[in-house]
């Protein structure tokens, strides 16, 4: 399944708002009936984060600021106010099928 | 606390063999529903997942690389070893070792801090 994110670099102001959208190439809705759709922060020198699990479930700590949504092939990451720490590269991963798939990934970054 | 720590050799040549261990903490490979995943990034590029092994030693590779890759685990040692043969320069990464549970099904929750493999002669 391929993942394509966009747009691959979205400069934001300070306090406004950002949306990382993500569209896989095949239905993700598992044969469970969940969507395996996450989505990971990367800060510059640092492993990746998980941000959010099936869709638009955080996980534990990320601030409310931070929200999934989407469904089938459409997935949505918006972040309310964009704060200094938000800068790094978002990667939204599908884990429905093997193999586990990432997208290009999205560069934020202040302007 | 679950803690994860990647460890192998920072050079290797090509067509050597790559052998990385994950030492984890804070959880154990027994229990039902946990499993340790292997994903690399080369250099300024994005992540690519390698291998996942459950639990139940369950065992999964990505097509693209499954003729090179083998992942096992030591359960009474806490790790988790990725070897991966014939390397080549483009396999230039940094390796993380990510952990998987029930909890928070297929998606990866925890993750090490990385280790940077060179490959050239």
């Known amino acids: 399944i391929v993942m394509t994110q966009t747009p691959l670099s979205s400069p934001v102001t300070l306090g406004r708002p950002a949306s990382i959208s993500c569209r896989s190439s095949?239905?993700?809705?598992?044969?469970?009936?969940?969507?395996?759709l996450s989505w990971l922060q990367q800060r510059p020198g640092q492993p990746p984060r998980l941000l959010i699990y099936k869709i638009s479930n955080r996980f534990s700590g990320v601030p409310d600021r931070f929200s999934g949504s989407g469904a089938g092939t459409d997935f949505t990451l918006e972040i309310t106010r964009v704060e200094a720490e938000d800068v790094g590269v978002y990667y939204c991963m599908q884990a429905t099928q093997f193999p586990i798939t990432f997208g290009q990934g999205t560069r934020l970054d202040i302007k | 606390q679950i803690t994860l720590k990647e460890s192998g050799p920072t050079l290797v040549k090509p067509t050597q063999t790559l052998t990385l261990t994950c030492m984890f903490s804070g959880f154990s490979l027994r229990t039902s529903g946990v499993g340790v995943g292997w994903i690399r990034q080369p250099p300024g590029k994005a992540l690519e997942w390698l291998a996942l092994i459950y639990w139940d030693d369950d065992k999964r590779y990505s097509p693209f690389l499954k003729s090179r890759l083998t992942i096992t685990k030591d359960t009474s040692k806490n790790q988790v070893v990725l070897t991966m043969t014939n390397m080549d320069p483009v396999d230039t990464a940094t390796y993380y070792c990510?952990?998987?549970?029930?909890?928070?099904?297929?998606?990866?929750?925890?993750w090490g801090q990385g280790t940077l493999v060179t490959v050239s002669s």
């Open positions: 095949q239905s993700l809705v598992h044969s469970d009936g969940d969507t395996y």
């Open positions: 990510a952990h998987s549970r029930a909890e928070y099904p297929n998606t990866f929750d925890l």
